[in-house]
């Protein structure tokens, strides 16, 4: 729990020290979606944009488009898969839910489940694609995969929030339309940052501690 709260604390200031750009880009994604095509190409540059503010570079217009440019072909087919999924996985909710057969209890549950895992994964995506030399889909979505299964504590933390932020949006609409989709872009950014760096203090405090043990003093036979 303590890196969830390390997440959110540190999303919040990303997004506070940027506030006038991610709204513009909010904006700017929220039109976008109207056109259905327009929203790939945008969530791209805001993933890049949440990636370079991670790192504490200065945003221009330039860091928007250089995302745009760099991930248009990644983000559309992570858009056709998402569709394809959500088709399939509809389907068979509404197939699986019409029925009154006990036995079809366990397939309902199990595409709620793998919709639900899909959802998480997506979570992840883009900011391990960001940080990749060479963006690969499949190393993105491998990687996601890890962090869901490494971090389950942060994983869940991120799904409730997410669900809350949702909820809110839902019923007010000006955080959706001002802060929603770019709050998720700088906190799943974040969520992986300081996954990485987490993972990295504990092994490094491992590794300290492995030093700092005295040495085996037991008789070994020669």
Known sequence: MSLAWRVVRRSISDFMDEILWLVLLNILWCLS???????????????????????????????????VRRYWKQSYIWAVLN???A??????????????EAWTVAPFMLFVM???????????????LTHQENPSLRTAYRNSIVLMLSQPGLS?????LVIILAAVSYFFLFPLFLFFFALL??????????????????????????????????????
């Open 33 to 67: 979606a109207v056109t259905v095509i327009g929203a790939p190409l945008v969530s791209a540059g805001m993933a890049w944009v949440a990636a370079e503010i991670g790192e504490g570079k200065v945003l221009h217009w330039s860091t928007f488009t250089t995302g």
């Open 83 to 85: 569709v394809v999924v």
């Open 87 to 100: 088709g399939l996985v509809g389907m068979n909710l509404t197939f699986y839910s019409g029925r009154f």
């Open 114 to 128: 793998l919709g639900l895992w899909w959802a998480g994964m997506q979570f992840y995506f883009f900011p391990f």
């Open 156 to 160: 869940i933390a991120m799904f409730i």
């Open 185 to 222: 872009s700088v906190l799943s950014n974040r969520a992986v940052i300081e996954t990485i760096a987490y993972q990295a203090e504990l092994a490094e405090a491992e590794e300290e501690k492995r030093r700092g043990s005295p040495p085996d003093q037991r008789w070994r036979p020669r």
